[in-house]
């Protein structure tokens, strides 16, 4: 068993499922008129790991899809995730 491998993708599950409900939370927050969650925090979440998470909740609640930072920065982050993934899993087995 390659333990090593199943760490990062657990974490990687842990993070984009955080991520999401931490985008529908301020998507919540933002219909309430209530404090909201920091751009920085929503960005910094999907950049630690959770961009698919992040990327997916923008889809599904339509949250932040007007604002350029995250239509480019998340699909990157997307990218560069995926990258890594794909060369964990290449370099671990």
Do not use: C, Q
Request: hydrophobic share 60%; no cysteine; charged share 15%.
């Amino acid at each position: 068993m390659n333990y090593p491998l199943i760490f990062i993708a657990l974490y990687f599950i842990i993070m984009n499922i955080f991520t999401f409900i931490l985008y529908f939370a301020d998507k919540r927050k933002a219909i309430n008129h209530r404090w909201r969650i920091p751009e920085a925090t929503l960005l910094a979440a999907a950049f630690a790991g959770g961009s698919f998470g992040a990327f997916s909740a923008m889809k599904v609640f339509r949250h932040k899809t007007k604002h350029l930072k995250f239509t480019l920065t998340v699909p990157l982050m997307m990218i560069l995730h995926a990258v890594l993934l794909i060369f964990a899993a290449v370099k671990l087995t």
